[in-house]
């Protein structure tokens, strides 16, 4: 039972975690099963499918929030702009530099996480520590370049391996580099910098051992996905 699946993950995580339910690849009656469990956020992946759920269940389930979670092209971002509650995976300046275009012509400000490349994969993305430090710093020094967006943490994926040495110690250094961004005094709004999405269904123990405060969880709850 899903409802029991959900009520097992929550009941284990603490009090600043949240959980994002995946649901990338799985039907809107998945979603509603969930959200009917007490689930909220739910994470897609492709914009073409996100658009498709929110036209569905946005006008039933006023307070269904979306994240995004995935890769996300340039030109796609004006779909999600006017509705999206989260980015996660925000992986460039150029891409940055759209969603604050798109979100404001649409009046408002877009919460955003910047994603930290740690993973061994080279397919997976994000920026390097430097390039992430160079961000920050371009944001601290033209904040009316980016009025439109609000950086609220940090993203990261961890090496899909069986390696749990390798997973903690990814997980670790991602939360001395939140706290050391945290406390810098480069950020233009730092009581607004408080996420650290990390954790999957195979490592989001260790994410949750490690500070995280959204865990994106698919499988756990959806069961597996036909495809990836
Ligand atoms: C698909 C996906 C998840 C969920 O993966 P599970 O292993 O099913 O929990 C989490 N984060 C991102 C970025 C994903 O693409």
């Given at each position: 039972m899903m409802e029991e699946r959900i009520e097992e993950i929550l009941s284990y995580l603490p009090e600043q975690t949240r959980l994002v339910a995946v649901s990338k690849y799985h039907p809107t009656e998945a979603i509603i099963e969930a959200y009917e469990a007490g689930q909220r956020i739910f994470g897609e992946s492709r914009v073409q499918e996100l658009v498709g759920k929110y036209e569905e269940l946005s006008?039933?389930?006023?307070?269904l929030s979306w994240h995004f979670i995935g890769h996300l092209q340039?030109?796609?971002?004006?779909?999600i702009a006017p509705f999206i509650d989260m980015i996660h995976s925000v992986g460039s300046l150029k891409l940055l530099e759209v969603i604050n275009k798109e979100a404001e012509k649409n009046k408002r400000q877009i919460p955003i996480l910047l994603e930290l490349h740690v993973a061994q994969e080279e397919t997976k993305g994000g920026f390097t520590q430097e390039e992430l430090m160079e961000l920050i710093r371009l944001m601290h020094n033209e904040p009316e370049r980016f009025a439109h967006i609000r950086l609220e943490g940090l993203m990261t994926m961890a090496t899909n391996t069986d390696d749990q040495a390798l997973i903690?110690?990814?997980f670790a250094s991602v939360k001395v580099l939140f706290d050391e961004i945290k406390s810098s005094g480069l950020l233009n709004e730092p009581e607004h910098f408080t996420e650290l999405s990390m954790g999957m269904t195979g490592d989001y123990q260790l994410a949750i051992q490690n500070g995280a405060t959204l865990v994106r969880l698919g499988s756990a709850i959806f069961g597996e996905r036909s495809y990836d």
């Open positions: 006008g039933a389930y006023l307070d340039t030109n796609k971002v004006k779909y903690q110690q990814e």
